[in-house]
């Protein structure tokens, strides 16, 4: 079992920028392909981007590369999401997740694991 607890959202000017955290508590975080997810209000839940184990290859949708970033600390059991140049469309609740293997990152049946979200709100 692995828990997921995000953090790191808020309301925030377009253009500007917001840092997001998973924290991660149970098994190996280290052994897990992680991902971030999002939810906008009357849309169906997106992928956005992964990070495999080792933090060897990212990936990301196309209407957030070059604007956000995944990373991992693994000692530090922590996923983060630095997004940059924030656009009004990207008004959506966060979620990171947890996948056992490195394969279909992108497809949400791929996750076992999930945070609650966090909600980011990026006024005009």
């Known amino acids: 079992q692995v828990q997921l607890v995000e953090s790191g959202g808020g309301l925030v000017q377009a253009g500007g920028s917001l840092s997001l955290s998973c924290a991660a508590s149970?098994?190996?975080?280290?052994?897990?392909?992680m991902g971030w997810f999002r939810r906008a209000p009357g849309k169906e839940r997106e992928f956005l981007s992964a990070?495999?184990?080792?933090?060897?290859?990212?990936y990301y949708v196309d209407s957030v590369k070059g604007r956000f970033t995944i990373s991992r600390d693994n000692p530090k059991n922590t996923l983060y999401l630095q997004m940059n140049s924030l656009k009004p469309e990207d008004t959506a609740a966060y979620y990171c997740?947890?996948?056992?293997?490195?394969?279909?990152?992108?497809?949400?049946?791929?996750?076992?694991?999930w945070g609650q979200g966090t909600q980011v709100t990026v006024s005009s």
């Open positions: 149970g098994r190996a975080f280290s052994g897990y392909t």
């Open positions: 990070i495999t184990r080792s933090a060897d290859k990212t």
């Open positions: 997740a947890a996948a056992p293997y490195n394969t279909n990152y992108s497809a949400q049946r791929s996750y076992i694991y």
